[in-house]
């Protein structure tokens, strides 16, 4: 008929199901996904088809085949954001990807700048809570992530100023202590000039151009919690994947 949605074809279909139950958490790294046989018995498909489901899922990044295991989910390496964080955190317990670690390079309270205080909602030179990241795996920096919380939430939660590790990173730590829960965010994607400060991290010339994001996340209540500029390593790139049904 006119104006309907094609179907996926029956693979994709099943690939897409066990890639949000990745997402939602409901089968974690690790997990073992479907077997071939398992997908024959409860999908009713083809031996060819149900083959293409695993290839589909380790071509996106869903999942790896290991020796003496099979075949098993894994979250895509493409999530390095903020954002993305958050989801991992909310569905796997932890905010890193497997053979990424975190450096905690500096925290403390500092004056609110322009661009800092128009995003909280506060005045210019206001003190403000600011943690400072770089992410890095096997391949070098991922990103160096700098994230910016008003000077009330420092009080609710001094760990914010302290240059350890946090339990549950800044989204959960905010939630445990204040009821506040991160519920909407607003990403903005540009080309910047890397400042002087940031360029060592990054083993990049301070001016020279680099990918970055900008995070603002509002809690229930229509406050905003937390703003976060990202700036992301050498030859790395964003991307995201979206459900249009």
Excluded at 49 to 69: C, N, Q
Excluded at 169 to 194: H, Q, Y
């Amino acid at each position: 008929m006119p104006g309907t949605t094609p179907a996926l074809p029956p693979y994709q279909r099943i690939a897409a199901q066990i890639k949000g139950q990745i997402e939602r958490g409901e089968l974690r790294p690790g997990d073992r996904i479907p077997s071939v046989r398992e997908i024959v018995r409860d999908e009713g498909v083809s031996v060819a088809t149900a083959t293409r489901v695993a290839a589909v899922l380790r071509a996106d990044g869903y999942a790896e085949t290991i020796s003496g295991i099979g075949t098993v989910a894994r979250m895509p390496s493409k999530i390095t954001t903020g954002p993305d964080r958050l989801q991992l955190q909310r569905t796997t317990g932890s905010g890193f990807q497997p053979g990424e670690r975190v450096e905690i390079v500096s925290a403390g309270v500092v004056p609110a700048d322009a661009e800092v205080a128009d995003a909280l909602g506060v005045d210019e030179g206001s003190p403000v809570v600011q943690r400072r990241r770089r992410y890095l795996d096997e391949d070098g920096v991922v990103a160096l992530s700098t994230s910016y919380l008003s000077g009330e939430l420092g009080e609710a939660a001094p760990e914010l100023t302290f240059t350890g590790p946090l339990p549950k990173m800044t989204f959960g730590l905010i939630e445990d202590r204040t009821g506040r829960r991160a519920v909407k965010r607003r990403d903005v994607v540009s080309v910047r000039p890397v400042p002087d400060d940031v360029a060592p991290l990054l083993d990049l010339e301070a001016g020279s151009l680099a990918l970055s994001m900008a995070n603002t996340y509002w809690d229930q209540y229509g406050q905003v919690t937390e703003y976060a500029r990202d700036f992301m390593g050498p030859s790395r790139e964003l991307a995201a994947e979206y459900d249009l049904e």
